[in-house]
């Protein structure tokens, strides 16, 4: 059975603080997304990674991909309050275009 | 340009009713998915469809999910009968082929 699982679950921390969530997946999948959810919106995605060893910034978001280890991270540099949402990672199911997600990340950050 | 929606926001029936739940595509999209939340636990997903074909369907739980997308346009999931472990957040989301997937904002959807 294909698995994505995300840790932590939770998350809380200070403002100006830096942190990584981490995904690991049991596919061998060439594709790893990272999503962000608010509350009572869509899922924004945030980074589509393709390769080994890609590496995508966005502001004080870092995603990097390491496909032999089947991991992938999400780094915060510097939080800040607005970083606050749910952060999902999801890959490709098996030549297929189903995404399988991770359980997500409840990021809370605090002044 | 407009993304994906979905109506209605918010659904509470009672167990044993039937709900459905529709989802328009971005415009030009054939690939439809649906997926969903339940308690918390992760997104799953439902099935697919390209245009107004299925093509995957292997995440729908039981008989009691009847999805559909006539003209490959708009698409409805229709539950019936509802029951309380239906309850959860139902995804749809839209993608040109094999490219990165957009979702709309959910329909949360409690069974009581």
């Known amino acids: 059975e294909l698995k994505v699982e995300q840790n932590p679950l939770f998350l809380s921390m200070q403002e100006g603080k830096n942190y990584t969530i981490y995904c690991n997946y049991s596919?061998?999948?060439?594709?790893l997304y990272w999503y962000r959810q608010d509350p009572g919106k869509s899922l924004e995605s945030l980074f589509v990674?393709?390769?080994?060893?890609a590496v995508k910034q966005e502001g004080r978001l870092m995603a990097s991909l390491d496909t032999k280890a089947r991991l992938s991270t999400l780094h915060i540099t510097a939080a800040v309050h607005d970083l606050s949402a749910t952060y999902f990672c999801?890959?490709?199911?098996?030549?297929?275009?189903?995404?399988?997600f991770g359980t997500g990340t409840r990021l809370q950050v605090f002044p | 340009e407009a993304g994906v929606t979905q109506f209605p926001s918010h659904s509470v029936i009672e167990k044993g009713q039937t709900v459905t739940l529709r989802c328009d595509p971005i415009?030009?999209?054939?690939?439809l998915y649906w997926y969903r939340r339940v308690m918390g636990k992760e997104i799953k997903f439902l099935l697919h469809f390209v245009k107004e074909s299925k093509q995957d369907e292997s995440g729908m739980p039981n008989n009691r999910f009847l999805a559909e997308r006539t003209g490959g346009t708009y698409s409805t999931l229709k539950v019936q009968p509802a029951e309380l472990e239906d309850s959860g957040v139902y995804f749809c989301a839209s993608s040109q082929v094999r490219a990165r997937q957009y979702f709309g904002p959910g329909t949360r959807l409690t069974v009581t």
């Open positions: 596919t061998t999948s060439d594709r």
């Open positions: 999801a890959v490709d199911g098996d030549n297929t275009d189903k995404l399988i």
């Open positions: 990674l393709l390769s080994n060893g």
């Open positions: 415009s030009g999209h054939d690939n």
